[in-house]
């Protein structure tokens, strides 16, 4: 087994990763023995597993994914919702409301509206139908307040952080609650604007530098800087 690169490294489609019994991970493709980069983005390793987080694209569902959608409309089964990804996304009545709850359209529209912005987990998703999605679970359903920004979902990795470390320092200096979209929208609210503000421009500076190394240490120097006094 030889490994080609090293994490996080910058890699072009069609560059070889390594050779050997290593694990395709997202964006890998194998040619016999040796495993190639599908997408320009940085190198993840995983024990054996390679993968590479691009550095621009649009968002492909996943199952169990948390996203954060607008109604565009209200049909006969539910709510189609916006996701940002090439599919429209269904909510169905069933799983927004209690069972057994009487539902008709204008039930529909008070439960939640054309431009009502929803927090949802993919249910379900595959090429052969487009996405379904629940607003039923801790979390789940209308978004009532906070700051919408919108961000790469390919950086989203990164700004979630190994096992939650980036997305832990922003919530610990600037006191906000983070909610973060794996389809690239992320909710920020706090008691201060101005510590929305920090949080903001911290989620910029990852989206940005999301390839470079030491990025945690230097938004953790940044939001302490900006947030000293408040």
Not at 45 to 74: E, S
Not at 167 to 187: A, C, D, F, P
Not at 202 to 219: F, K, P, V
Request: glycine share 10%.
């Amino acid at each position: 087994m030889t490994l080609h690169v090293e994490r996080k490294q910058l890699v072009a489609p069609g560059e070889i990763l390594a050779e050997g019994k290593y694990v395709s991970g997202e964006n890998v493709h194998r040619e016999g023995d040796r495993l190639f980069s599908s997408k320009v983005g940085v190198v993840e390793i995983d024990g054996d597993r390679l993968g590479v987080v691009p550095l621009k694209g649009c968002y492909v569902p996943h199952v169990n994914d948390i996203v954060v959608g607008r109604i565009t409309d209200i049909v006969m089964s539910g709510w189609m919702v916006d996701i940002d990804a090439p599919y429209p996304a269904l909510l169905p009545a069933s799983e927004a409301f209690a069972p057994r709850t009487p539902r008709s359209r204008m039930d529909l529209s008070k439960m939640f509206d054309v431009g009502d912005l929803v927090v949802s987990k993919i249910l379900a998703f595959d090429r052969t139908r487009d996405p379904l999605v629940t607003a039923k679970g801790p979390g789940l359903g209308r978004v009532s307040s906070g700051r919408v920004v919108k961000v790469s979902p390919a950086k989203i990795p990164r700004l979630i952080g190994k096992k939650g470390s980036m997305i832990s320092v922003l919530k610990k200096e600037t006191g906000t609650h983070i909610m973060v979209g794996q389809n690239g929208t992320v909710l920020v609210s706090g008691e201060s604007p101005n510590l929305e503000n920090v949080a903001i421009q911290a989620i910029r500076m990852i989206e940005r530098e999301a390839h470079t190394q030491g990025l945690t240490d230097r938004i953790q120097v940044m939001l302490r800087d900006k947030t000293r006094g408040e």
